[in-house]
């Protein structure tokens, strides 16, 4: 379909639904995270208009939930990061389309606001918001239901007959001036149950954000492009209030907060924790942190945090090496990463740390950091710590970062619209050049299936001591720590068993 051939009618008078759909963000296996996203932009929209908030992965039916709803619909949203949810977010859009040309479709989220215009190219979308969407959504929703396309609302772009209009941007908003997000129009329950079935997870866990950007300047983090660097976090009060809420309404038993940067601020940190020991909340809890942040966090607080429930902190350790660190502008030492791995287990708390290879290296150099020089350190600091998780990913650049930039001048080939952009998938397609062929193998097997037999964290060490599998376990530990000591990882007969019996590894990130 060309654009001039859209039928789109940005007069919406007199329609009172608006569909808001979350498309299956990743390729593979993953635990489902709530799209939190469409419950935020939704809030203020609540009082007058009749919401539909459908999540591919969790809404049964779901694409008959999209379609039936249609016909008085003012208008369609769809979030999408960059990659695999750009995919099932065009498949739906173009349903949409085929069932009702006339019903404008606006997307948001950290890709599109990367690309407004190449977005609104695309004849699966209309209307674009960048950035923040809780109040350029309602904005949007507004002038349509009065009957006029978008061109006073700051923050957005849309598709017109002769062009592509984008508005001036629209300034931060300010976190704590956000309405809670109504997780009643979420299908939670459902969320849950569904990671318990299928990703075995024992407790009853929702997803929480209680602040937005982060300070840090990674140089291949998507945050700063949003968020311009600025830190924002809802109130300790509000947040140990709303997550009160949670846990009773549905019964949890664990929050995962998914800030960039939950530790960002001590002070805030302190009185959360304060917050959920008054209230004998009785969970677990699960956040992000910085390399450089925690392990300097005063001993009193860092007490609190485990006396509140802090089973696991996730620290982006990204690189063991000082070079590439430099490069990707980490601000953190891999000293940083072993004190933050002692602190972690001088105060009883686990830590999950995430690395990255193949970071770009100029045509014909040697990288800076090879894989085996991750797996090493990763076994300096299961030898710490024996609630350490570790995780690698193969670099993939995100664009709007300058790593992005690098691996473009590097010589690596930019997509050049939202349809290009769905095939971005770190998980299927060889983008880098600087990870040798093998090594993605190498990584999901030492890294995911030796290592965690040979430095088991708690959950192992339970069931290699009591659970009904506790012979099959105590033999491959000792066939793990003889691998890891030898490095000799040729025929591995245990690892291709695993692989035919089990689709993930035996360390989920949470
Ligand atoms: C939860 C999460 C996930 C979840 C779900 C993804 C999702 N779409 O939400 C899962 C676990 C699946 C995931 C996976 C990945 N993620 Co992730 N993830 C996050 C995280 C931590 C929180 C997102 C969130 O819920 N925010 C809360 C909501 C309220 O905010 P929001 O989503 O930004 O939405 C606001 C606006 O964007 C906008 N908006 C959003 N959607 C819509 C829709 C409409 C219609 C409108 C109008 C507005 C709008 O309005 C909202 C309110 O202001 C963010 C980091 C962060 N702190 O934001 C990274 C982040 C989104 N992830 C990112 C990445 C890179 C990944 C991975 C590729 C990482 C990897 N190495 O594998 C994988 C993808 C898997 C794969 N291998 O293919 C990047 C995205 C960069 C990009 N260019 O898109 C982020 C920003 C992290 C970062 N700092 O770089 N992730
Ligand atoms: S610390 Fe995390 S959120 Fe902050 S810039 Fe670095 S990667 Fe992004």
Redesign the pocket.
Same mark, same amino acid.
């Given at each position: 379909m060309t654009a001039k051939s859209r039928q789109t009618d940005y007069d919406r008078r007199g329609r009172k639904k608006v569909v808001?759909f979350?498309p299956t963000?990743?390729?593979?296996h993953?635990?489902i995270?709530?799209?939190?996203?469409?419950?935020?932009?939704a809030a203020p929209l609540e009082q007058d208009y009749d919401l539909h908030l459908i999540d591919e992965r969790v809404t049964p039916d779901y694409e008959n939930e999209v379609l039936r709803h249609l016909d008085d619909a003012v208008c369609v949203?769809?979030?999408?990061?960059?990659?695999?949810?750009i995919k099932r977010g065009i498949a739906m859009a173009r349903k949409v389309r085929r069932r009702a040309p006339d019903v404008p479709i606006?997307?948001?989220?950290?890709?599109?606001?990367?690309f407004p215009e190449q977005t609104c190219e695309s004849d699966a979308c209309d209307i674009v +918001?960048v950035?923040?969407?809780?109040v350029?959504?309602k904005e949007?929703v507004a002038s349509l239901s009065a009957g006029k396309a978008p061109a006073d609302v700051k923050g957005c772009a849309y598709w017109t007959e002769e062009k592509i209009v984008v508005n001036e941007p629209r300034e931060l908003?300010n976190i704590n001036d956000?309405l809670p997000?109504p997780y009643h129009l979420l299908d939670v329950n459902r969320a849950i149950e569904l990671n318990q079935r299928e990703n075995h997870e024992s407790k009853r866990t929702t997803?929480f954000?209680s602040s937005?950007g +982060?300070p840090g300047k990674c140089g291949? +983090?998507?945050?700063a492009?949003?968020f311009k660097r600025h830190w924002t976090g809802l109130d300790a009060e509000r947040v140990v209030e709303e997550v009160a809420s949670l846990v009773k309404t549905y019964d949890l038993d664990q929050v995962n907060f998914?800030?960039?940067n939950f530790f960002a601020n001590q002070r805030r940190v302190k009185a959360i924790c304060e917050g959920l020991i008054e209230r004998k909340l009785n969970i677990t809890w699960v956040a992000?942190a910085r390399p450089d942040t925690f392990h300097r966090y005063k001993p009193e607080v860092l007490e609190l945090i485990r006396e509140s429930g802090c089973k696991r902190i996730i620290v982006g350790a990204e690189s063991a090496a000082e070079p590439v660190l430099e490069l990707i502008s980490k601000g953190a030492t891999a000293e940083d990463h072993l004190k933050s791995a002692r602190v972690c287990r001088d105060y009883g708390i686990g830590a999950t740390f995430t690395f990255?290879t193949g970071f770009p290296h100029a045509p014909g150099t040697p990288p800076q950091e090879t894989t085996q020089d991750l797996l090493n350190f990763i076994e300096r600091l299961k030898q710490i710590h024996p609630d350490i998780r570790t995780k690698i990913?193969v670099f993939?650049p995100?664009?709007?970062?300058p790593l992005y930039d690098l691996a473009v001048e590097y010589g690596m080939h930019e997509p050049r619209s939202l349809e290009e952009w769905a095939d971005y998938?770190?998980?299927t397609m060889k983008v880098s050049q600087w990870v040798k062929p093998g090594e993605r193998a190498m990584i999901e097997k030492v890294n995911g299936f030796y290592l965690p037999f040979a430095y088991p964290d708690s959950g192992m060490r339970e069931k290699l001591a009591h659970g009904s599998k506790k012979w099959p376990y105590k033999l491959m530990h000792g066939l793990a720590k003889a691998r890891t000591k030898s490095g000799f990882y040729s025929l591995p007969v245990e690892w291709m068993l695993f692989k035919k019996l089990k689709k993930e590894t035996f360390e989920p990130i949470a």
């Amino acid at each position: 379909m060309t654009a001039k051939s859209r039928q789109t009618d940005y007069d919406r008078r007199g329609r009172k639904k608006v569909v808001l759909f979350f498309p299956t963000p990743a390729y593979g296996h993953y635990r489902i995270e709530l799209g939190l996203a469409l419950a935020v932009i939704a809030a203020p929209l609540e009082q007058d208009y009749d919401l539909h908030l459908i999540d591919e992965r969790v809404t049964p039916d779901y694409e008959n939930e999209v379609l039936r709803h249609l016909d008085d619909a003012v208008c369609v949203g769809i979030s999408s990061i960059t990659g695999y949810q750009i995919k099932r977010g065009i498949a739906m859009a173009r349903k949409v389309r085929r069932r009702a040309p006339d019903v404008p479709i606006v997307w948001g989220g950290y890709h599109p606001s990367l690309f407004p215009e190449q977005t609104c190219e695309s004849d699966a979308c209309d209307i674009v +918001c960048v950035g923040q969407g809780d109040v350029t959504f309602k904005e949007i929703v507004a002038s349509l239901s009065a009957g006029k396309a978008p061109a006073d609302v700051k923050g957005c772009a849309y598709w017109t007959e002769e062009k592509i209009v984008v508005n001036e941007p629209r300034e931060l908003v300010n976190i704590n001036d956000v309405l809670p997000a109504p997780y009643h129009l979420l299908d939670v329950n459902r969320a849950i149950e569904l990671n318990q079935r299928e990703n075995h997870e024992s407790k009853r866990t929702t997803e929480f954000h209680s602040s937005q950007g +982060c300070p840090g300047k990674c140089g291949y +983090c998507a945050d700063a492009q949003l968020f311009k660097r600025h830190w924002t976090g809802l109130d300790a009060e509000r947040v140990v209030e709303e997550v009160a809420s949670l846990v009773k309404t549905y019964d949890l038993d664990q929050v995962n907060f998914s800030d960039a940067n939950f530790f960002a601020n001590q002070r805030r940190v302190k009185a959360i924790c304060e917050g959920l020991i008054e209230r004998k909340l009785n969970i677990t809890w699960v956040a992000s942190a910085r390399p450089d942040t925690f392990h300097r966090y005063k001993p009193e607080v860092l007490e609190l945090i485990r006396e509140s429930g802090c089973k696991r902190i996730i620290v982006g350790a990204e690189s063991a090496a000082e070079p590439v660190l430099e490069l990707i502008s980490k601000g953190a030492t891999a000293e940083d990463h072993l004190k933050s791995a002692r602190v972690c287990r001088d105060y009883g708390i686990g830590a999950t740390f995430t690395f990255i290879t193949g970071f770009p290296h100029a045509p014909g150099t040697p990288p800076q950091e090879t894989t085996q020089d991750l797996l090493n350190f990763i076994e300096r600091l299961k030898q710490i710590h024996p609630d350490i998780r570790t995780k690698i990913f193969v670099f993939t650049p995100y664009p709007g970062t300058p790593l992005y930039d690098l691996a473009v001048e590097y010589g690596m080939h930019e997509p050049r619209s939202l349809e290009e952009w769905a095939d971005y998938n770190p998980a299927t397609m060889k983008v880098s050049q600087w990870v040798k062929p093998g090594e993605r193998a190498m990584i999901e097997k030492v890294n995911g299936f030796y290592l965690p037999f040979a430095y088991p964290d708690s959950g192992m060490r339970e069931k290699l001591a009591h659970g009904s599998k506790k012979w099959p376990y105590k033999l491959m530990h000792g066939l793990a720590k003889a691998r890891t000591k030898s490095g000799f990882y040729s025929l591995p007969v245990e690892w291709m068993l695993f692989k035919k019996l089990k689709k993930e590894t035996f360390e989920p990130i949470a």
